[in-house]
């Protein structure tokens, strides 16, 4: 099984252009999460969805916007990058709840903007 | 809302020594306690996970200890082995959430741990 499948891999991108990062798993599961991590800042989370066409803001929301496109697939979308958003992206997918189950994670999405 | 703080952010042990890594949580709610383990360019898995209902939790070379009343937990690595080198997240959920419909992990910064052939 592939799990959970991120792209693209790498993305360099210069301040103020947009991208999406594409996420997708293939274990049935219903929650899908993404999270940032920087240097020395852990794992912080950005936006989750419990569940096929909901989606709720973790901790650092702002800059981002999420789609939850199937049960299969959830995107992330930076309308206008900053470089303060220049991390590591990892989605992740969870069979139960957040609070209570193991997440799964992606390989990660290394952004950089200029 | 939670808070989770984690120690130290390196470790480095010998061959055959055992390692411990420290948490410390502020919502006396949090119920659930997993241990994720980041190799270089991977994604975090997890390793080993307890809930409140128990205070010792063990996997081979692998064990978790929680203490409710202090709110700490403990991850104690048993004669490591080189590719035990990772970075070790800890992690406690939060019942509060932050604008949604359920709570989420809070995870700490991380410990880097070597282990020296």
């Known amino acids: 099984n592939a799990g959970v499948t991120q792209t693209p891999k790498f993305q360099v991108l210069k301040t103020g252009q947009s991208m999406t990062l594409q996420c997708a798993q293939d274990?049935?599961?219903?929650?899908m999460y993404w999270y940032r991590q920087d240097p020395g800042m852990g794992l912080r989370l950005i936006y989750y969805?419990?569940?096929?066409?909901?989606?709720d803001k973790g901790e650092v929301p702002n800059g981002y916007n999420v789609s939850r496109l199937n049960k299969r697939e959830f995107s992330l979308r930076l309308e206008s990058a900053a470089p303060s958003q220049t991390s590591v992206y990892f989605c992740?997918?969870?069979?139960?709840?957040?609070?209570?189950?193991?997440?799964?994670f992606g390989e990660g999405s290394r952004l950089t903007v200029l | 809302g939670e808070n989770v703080e984690q120690h130290p952010s390196t470790l480095s042990v010998q061959e055959g020594d055992s390692a411990v890594i420290k948490c410390t949580y502020s919502d006396s709610a949090s119920n659930y306690f997993p241990w994720y383990k980041q190799e270089l360019g991977k994604g975090p898995q997890l390793i080993i996970d307890i809930r409140s209902n128990v205070g010792e939790k063990k996997d081979q070379r692998i064990a978790v200890t929680l203490n409710k009343t202090a709110k700490h937990f403990s991850l104690h690595i048993t004669e490591t082995q080189p590719e035990d080198s990772a970075v070790y997240f800890c992690?406690?959920?939060?019942?509060?959430?932050?604008?949604?419909?359920?709570?989420?992990?809070?995870f700490g910064k991380g410990t880097k741990l070597s282990v020296k052939p």
């Open positions: 274990m049935n599961h219903n929650s």
């Open positions: 992740a997918s969870s069979r139960t709840g957040p609070n209570t189950g193991e997440l799964f």
């Open positions: 992690a406690a959920n939060s019942p509060k959430n932050y604008g949604g419909s359920q709570g989420n992990l809070i």
């Open positions: 969805s419990a569940s096929e066409g909901t989606t």
